[in-house]
Every structure is written in C-alpha cells, then in structure tokens.
C-alpha cells in the first residue's frame, strides 16, 4: 500500500518468494519499502546483488548470510546491511521471520 500510513500485516496476502519462501510487502513509497518474509528450515534465499541498500532484521530463526563472499550464523535479534550491488543470500537453519527494508523502495516487488 503505497503511501499509506498505516498497513496492517493480517489484511496483506503473502507471495511466494521462492521455495519456502514468503514475503509480504508491507508500509513503502518511492524512498522506503518495508517487507516481512518467513523461511522455513532449508530455504534458500539464492545469492543475488540489487541496487537498493538493505537492512535485515532477524525476528525468529536462524540463518547463516553469506555478504561479500563472507558467512555468519544470525539469530532473532541480529541486524544485517547490505551496500548497493554487493552478492548476497541466505539458508534458513531454522525456521524463521525477518524483516527487510530497502532504499529506495523495490518496484519488482509491487
């Protein structure tokens, strides 16, 4: 909901985003995009670069990101960022949640 000041996650329909994989593309306009995406235990998040700054925010789970050729185990409470055009994926170890924003927002997402 582009623009809107208030987004309510339970009346936004989540889209897969990969083999079990999903994201909801939650509160965004052209500068900010906020998204929430849950991972079941083995998914893979390919390794991919894009444009666009990214923070992750680890909410449950556990997952180890690989940034730049480099790997690290993360867990609910850990904080991720990620420069323009830098390779990046991830593998769900455990089932989780996390939260990404972008700047500025993913069209290819809406």
Known sequence: MKGANFVFGNTIEAEGAG???????????????????????????????HPHQQISYIVSG??????GGVKKVVKA??????????????VCLEAGVLLDFFTPMRADFV
């Not at 965004?28 to 390919?46: I, P, Q, R, T």
């Open 19 to 49: 083999e079990g994989v999903t994201r909801k593309v939650l509160a965004y306009n052209d500068d900010l995009m906020l998204c929430e995406l849950h991972f079941e235990k083995g998914a893979v998040g390919s390794l991919h670069s």
């Open 77 to 90: 409470g850990d904080s991720l960022y990620k420069e323009p055009n830098v390779v990046h994926g991830a």
């Open 62 to 67: 556990s997952f180890e990101f690989e940034i």
